[in-house]
């Protein structure tokens, strides 16, 4: 079993910065591709940012230029520095993880979010 926990979300300003951590852990053979997934209120979830384990990273263009994804491999840990936060970036925040569990089964798995509220 393979578990993700996400912390840092809380309430900021806009122009605001928060950090985002979520860290695996269990039956874990390697981690492919991390990522960051953002709901908002009444709307789907949606890609911000992933990052593959030779540290190529995309972004959701709506935080290109302010958003910065990282992971350290060996901690099986994936971060998110948000800057410049806006009321737009108001979500809960999810944690996917993709790779193989110690059996060489696929593994595919969320954390259980973690809210962002930008106030105006």
Same mark, same amino acid.
């Given at each position: 079993?393979?578990?993700?926990?996400?912390?840092? %979300?809380?309430?900021? *300003? !806009?122009? +605001?910065?928060? =950090?985002?951590?979520?860290? &695996?852990?269990? /039956?874990?053979? @390697?981690? $492919?591709?991390? %990522?960051?997934?953002? *709901? !908002?209120? +009444?709307?789907? =979830?949606?890609?911000?940012? &992933?990052?593959? /384990?030779?540290? @190529?990273? $995309?972004?959701?263009?709506?935080?290109?230029?302010?958003?910065?994804?990282? =992971?350290?491999?060996?901690?099986?840990?994936?971060?998110?520095?948000?800057?410049?936060?806006?009321?737009?970036?108001?979500?809960?925040?999810?944690?996917?993880?993709?790779?193989?569990?110690?059996?060489?089964?696929?593994?595919?798995?969320?954390?259980?979010?973690?809210?962002?509220?930008?106030?105006?």
């Amino acid at each position: 079993q393979v578990q993700l926990v996400e912390s840092g %979300g809380g309430l900021v *300003q !806009a122009g +605001g910065s928060l =950090r985002l951590s979520c860290v &695996a852990s269990g /039956s874990i053979f @390697s981690i $492919n591709a991390m %990522g960051w997934y953002r *709901q !908002a209120p +009444g709307k789907q =979830r949606d890609l911000v940012a &992933a990052i593959t /384990s030779g540290e @190529s990273a $995309n972004y959701a263009d709506s935080v290109k230029g302010r958003f910065t994804i990282s =992971r350290d491999n060996a901690k099986n840990t994936v971060y998110l520095q948000m800057n410049s936060l806006k009321p737009e970036d108001t979500g809960v925040y999810y944690c996917n993880a993709a790779g193989l569990t110690r059996g060489l089964r696929r593994l595919e798995v969320w954390g259980q979010g973690t809210l962002v509220t930008v106030s105006s």
